[in-house]
């Protein structure tokens, strides 16, 4: 059996001092009938009774599920990617409050103008992974989001050959239906440091994923933090990393896709979230779920038939 929620602090609080109250109440309906020498058999019962059914409204408050049902359900939706450039020059201080921080902040935002589509997360600098696979569970990949730091991954310079390897790997024509809307949002500064394989260009469009790159940063450019100040060159000068709209251009020139930019003048995401719409769903899918039913009434109908014996249940204290 599952519950539907569970009791919040304050309602805890407030149950435990009613069932004491309660408690002390009867405890002196004893003490006064044993006074009195009077049998206080009734009124044990009344308090078994009342303690059943108290129980009972308080297991259908908290919603019990029981009883499984699998359904067929009809879903179309788009397969969303969000690739995240974990590099230490999103911690560049050029957006306030960080480069990353601030697109972490931007991109939850996003993900709640897409109710029915999955999402996942990748991330990558020389390097990339799969951090959340593709899901629809939101709140679970809102708090991975919020997660992301630099230090996820091992140092690294970006090389955009990883990120469009892993992409092409988990939206290649094999991995599912041709039919699949998939979508790549790449996240970055845009700053490479390899040169990019002109093959990886092709084969985004020819697996028909749709591009779409957020630049974050400024052409003035930022400092980047570190625990001693800044980062420094080989020369021991302090590094100032700038945004990169050139290489980012570029690469949605080849792929067919589009850029956005993302600082502290411009925020491009209301425009990304324009173009999303407009790219067409998978067609219909059917998906098996299981799916348990709130039986609340159940309890509630049997704490009312202990509601009745209470009332027709009469105590005698005293005996005239």
Known sequence: MNWSREFSQTEVFFLVIFILIYIIYFGRVFYISKKLKTSAASSSLKFIIRSIYLGLMSLALLGPNFGVT???????????????????????????????DKIKSEITNLVDQFSTDKFGIMVFNSGAQVYTPLTFDHANLKNNIASLKTTLLPKGSTD???????????????????SQSKVGIIITDGENFENID???????????????????????????????????????????????????????????????????????????????????????????????????????????????????????????
């Open 70 to 100: 699998e359904l067929e359900a009809r879903s179309s939706s788009k397969d969303i990617y969000l690739a995240f450039d974990l590099s230490l020059s999103m911690n560049a201080n050029d957006v306030e409050p960080s480069r990353l």
């Open 160 to 178: 955009f050959n990883a990120i469009f390897d892993l992409l092409i790997e988990k939206f290649g024509l094999n991995s599912k239906k041709e």
């Open 198 to 320: 002109n093959q990886n260009f092709n084969l985004i469009k020819k697996n028909n994923i749709n591009l779409f790159i957020i630049g974050v940063g400024s052409q003035m450019g930022g400092k980047i933090p570190t625990l001693n100040g800044f980062k420094k060159d080989q020369n021991d000068q302090e590094v100032v990393s700038i945004l990169d709209i050139n290489q980012i251009n570029e690469i949605s020139k080849q792929t067919g896709g589009q850029y956005f930019i993302v600082n502290n003048q411009r925020n491009q995401i209301n425009d990304l979230i324009e173009k999303l719409n407009q790219v067409k769903n998978s067609s219909d899918t059917i998906n098996q779920q299981t799916v348990t039913y709130n039986k609340y009434m159940y309890f509630l109908l049997i704490a009312l038939i202990f509601i009745i014996l209470d009332f027709l249940l009469t105590v005698n204290v005293l005996k005239l």
